[in-house]
């Protein structure tokens, strides 16, 4: 009879806590679902030239060009924008220096929050080598038959934001966003002719890539520190690297690294000896070592 009692007890305080794990989850649920409704997350735009601006942090910019072009820089490289092109720029936006629109240029822009592509983005793989090669070129040269395509998914995204009385405005504007990458998806698989990839590589390049993304790189430059942050041997997780984006993991760890310290040379608040310790260096020699290895100059080279 104890027993009974005592296994009656525990399976009332199991329901009990189950019931309110469930309370809270439906909790957070609905206060993120207000949040979400609350936000701007998409904004149109015709220029290219707030693309660093604070108001737009967190956001993705997609533009297509319709006339003129724009010149600009970005990851110490010279792009142009011209009538036909799309671009697509993730994030770091305030890595876009040298901006400058012809007096003809004609462009519309969608920026939409991270938040707001991941929940409109298809269940496909082929995400990341989209992001990949968009940090090394963020332009996309169209056919006649992609830049329609882009042209009206455009359209339809502005068509669905001035709906503002539609009772599921909401879900068209994920359709809406969602129709828009899928194209994105094809345009690159079709200009570039590339496979898609594995789940399982998929989301370790991603997780690969997020610990770039947070900065990593400035205290840890070694592919053994990622590859046990990620549970897997350096050599697999270069394999993998080079698989989903062509290029291995010690490439984008220079990469990031090198991006981020030509930058900050470049602004004179800060010393040099402050930018190596930023980035974790144990001595400036050894900082203009990999400075000139990697960027081809030296530090003091940035300042003139």
């Known amino acids: 009879m104890y027993k009974w009692i005592r296994w009656s007890q525990e399976i009332i305080i199991q329901f009990s806590c189950n019931l309110f794990c469930i309370s809270l989850a439906l909790r957070y649920f609905f206060v993120n679902l207000q949040s979400m409704d609350s936000m701007q997350h998409i904004i149109l735009d015709n220029t290219l030239q707030r693309i660093g601006d604070e ?128 194209d994105f998806f094809d345009f690159h698989a079709q200009l570039y002719e590339v496979d898609k990839i594995s789940s399982q590589y998929h989301q370790l390049m991603s997780e690969f890539i997020e610990l770039l993304e947070r900065g990593d790189y400035r205290q840890n430059r070694e ?43 470049r602004d004179r608040s800060l010393s040099l000896s402050e930018v190596s310790d930023m980035f974790g260096f144990s001595s400036m020699s050894h900082f203009t070592r990999y400075v000139q290895n990697n960027l081809g100059a030296k530090p003091s080279d940035f300042r003139s």
């Open 223 to 265: 592919i053994s520190y990622y590859a046990n942050k990620l549970c897997v041997t350096s050599k697999y997780l270069s394999e993998v690297s080079k698989k989903v984006s062509g290029m291995p993991a010690n490439y984008w760890i220079t990469r990031y690294a090198s991006l981020d310290i030509s930058r900050q040379l």
């Open 55 to 182: 108001q737009y942090e967190g956001y993705i910019c997609h533009g297509y060009c319709y006339g003129g072009e724009c010149t600009f820089e970005r990851n110490n490289k010279h792009f142009k924008m011209q009538a036909g092109d799309c671009i697509i720029i993730s994030r770091r936006g305030d890595l876009v220096g040298n901006l400058r629109e012809s007096a003809d240029f004609k462009i519309d822009v969608i920026y939409v929050t991270q938040q707001f592509i991941e929940l409109s983005t298809p269940q496909s793989n082929y995400g990341m080598r989209g992001h990949l090669a968009l940090f090394e070129n963020p332009i996309m040269r169209l056919t006649p038959e992609q830049q329609e395509i882009c042209r009206m998914n455009f359209d339809y995204v502005k068509l669905r934001l001035k709906q503002v009385e539609h009772r599921f405005r909401h879900d068209a504007l994920m359709n809406a966003i969602e129709c828009m990458i899928i």
